[in-house]
């Protein structure tokens, strides 16, 4: 039985190193997956200036207005630690402004907000983010 329950711990051991934190994405691999969720980018980028268009971690986004109503910035780091460091940074630096509605979401290295009102929120963002997830 004790051996059992040390081969059940070294598999879920190498199980977790296994997981998406090797994983980097590109800028591209995330414009395609939103485009494959249906949601189109506007070829140029757009240089509104918000805090959603800020450096974070020493990275500025790739940001987007999809429409009058919504946007998205996409930020891509060296890792999953840098991400998340710039994640951090973005709460340490937004921690006392009143934010419009946005959604964040972290894959692997990359580091998204859309920026939309509850009434223009477009499913399919969140969709392609989880899709992410298990395709990349």
Do not use: W
Not at 34 to 39: E, F, I, M
């Amino acid at each position: 039985m004790k051996k059992i329950t040390v081969i059940v711990f070294i598999l879920s051991f190498i199980l977790m190193a296994c997981t998406d934190n090797g994983v980097t994405l590109t800028s591209d691999q995330v414009k395609a997956t939103l485009a494959d969720h249906g949601v189109v980018l506007p070829d140029k980028l757009s240089y509104k200036h918000s805090v959603f268009t800020e450096r974070y971690n020493q990275i500025l986004p790739e940001h987007y207005l999809i429409d009058e109503h919504q946007s998205i910035s996409i930020y891509v780091y060296s890792s999953r630690e840098a991400a998340k460091e710039g994640y951090e940074d973005f709460t340490n630096k937004t921690a006392t402004m009143k934010l419009v509605p946005h959604s964040t979401f972290q894959v692997a290295n990359v580091l998204i907000f859309y920026v939309a009102k509850e009434e223009y929120m477009d499913k399919r963002v969140k969709d392609a983010a989880e899709g992410l997830l298990v395709s990349k």
